[in-house]
């Protein structure tokens, strides 16, 4: 019994890897074909390019896992159905409970493997993705320390310690460097914010040095425009998505939120999606097994896979549709995020009622 369930989850594991890693592949092509469009700004070329891509894969493949799940288990079984392979097991006297308990453990192992992804690929693997496309495309260099983010653009030096959204930030200090690599400015500024294509200084300190690099003159100034490359989509890289976020780091920052009577729905969402995601896996290699015992076993592995491409699709625009919702009207993060998987849960449930 154990070589057989071994068998079976071997095969679902194999079939819902090669269906992710497929539906991975398509999509990194439309991905490509739209990356093209930044073609040479900058230094943004195909190696940036493939590398962009390289880097994103994780995340993409973290949400085609419960797809592909789900048409690697309606694939592996429907041939195994057509191979009269699960006759030949149930004639064996191997009940349909143990078939689909063998499926649950792949899924189990599918499922744990999404989990890491998330939690110690996905995170840093965006990270290096947005500054990797931002320092390129924009030929700034850029880095995130705990010092703050450092920008440097030409002979100018920025370092950022606050930053609220795109358009306000706080604590910045400007150095400027002169040609023969000696300090000529420095500023701090205590906030900044963009107002049409500029950025306003506020509460100024300015240092400028001689051509030996000693202090020279220090002034203070209420407010000051500030004319730079540095836009606010450069420092969208910087601000903290919550999709990109690991499980822990949602918890600690709900956490820190909570103590500082701040909510954040988006953070609440990710959180629980990623609570959440596991399971959708298991329920939807619940939901390919009724599909193949209960249906006829001339069907081909192309209905299959268009059955199983048209349920994935078709949960994924509802899960997006259902958290948007969930955003525009306020709803509970847990109750939203839980609704869309337990949908198909219950339809999997239904359709094991049936009998062939």
Do not use: C
């Not at 230094?43 to 995340?59: K, M, R, V």
């Not at 048409?71 to 006759?87: D, K, R």
């Not at 030929?139 to 653009?153: F, P």
């Not at 939120?257 to 290699?285: D, H, Y």
């Amino acid at each position: 019994m154990n070589t057989l369930n071994r068998y079976i989850g071997r095969e679902v594991v194999k079939g819902a890897a090669f269906a992710a890693l497929v539906l991975l592949a398509l999509l990194n092509f439309f991905t490509f074909a739209d990356e093209l469009r930044d073609l040479g700004e900058g230094n943004y070329g195909l190696g940036s390019i493939f590398l962009y891509l390289t880097l994103t894969s994780p995340h993409s493949l973290y949400e085609l896992i419960p797809s592909g799940a789900l048409i690697g288990g309606l694939v592996v079984l429907g041939n195994m159905a057509n191979n009269h392979e699960l006759v030949a097991m149930q004639t064996a006297g191997v009940s349909r409970g143990r078939i689909v308990w063998a499926v649950l453990r792949a899924g189990i192992v599918i499922s744990l493997v999404s989990v890491v992804i998330s939690e110690y690929v996905i995170p840093p693997a965006e990270r290096a993705a947005q500054m990797l496309k931002a320092t390129e495309t924009r030929q700034q260099v850029a880095s995130q320390t705990k010092y703050g983010v450092w920008i440097r653009d030409g002979n100018v030096y920025v370092n950022i310690r606050e930053i609220e959204n795109q358009e306000q930030l706080g604590d910045i200090h400007i150095f400027e460097i002169s040609p023969d690599g000696r300090p000529a400015v420095a500023m701090h500024a205590a906030r900044a914010s963009f107002d049409r294509g500029i950025w306003k200084l506020k509460d100024i300190g300015v240092t400028r040095f001689d051509a030996a690099g000693n202090a020279a003159v220090a002034e203070h100034k209420e407010q000051e425009d500030w004319s730079s490359v540095l836009s606010p989509d450069m420092l969208d890289v910087f601000i903290v998505r919550p999709e990109n976020l690991s499980a822990q780091d949602l918890a600690k920052y709900m956490a820190y939120q909570t103590e500082n009577a701040q909510r954040s729905l988006a953070v609440e969402q990710a959180f629980w999606g990623r609570m959440v995601n596991p399971f959708i896996t298991l329920a939807m290699l619940l939901l390919a097994i009724p599909f193949v015992l209960n249906v006829r076993r001339d069907v081909s592995s192309g209905q299959r896979i268009v059955v199983g491409v048209t349920i994935g699709l078709g949960f994924y625009l509802a899960n997006r549709m259902v958290s948007h919702l969930g955003l525009v009207y306020e709803l509970n993060a847990p109750l939203t995020m839980v609704t869309p998987p337990l949908v198909v849960l219950l339809a999997a449930l239904a359709a094991f009622r049936r009998r062939p």
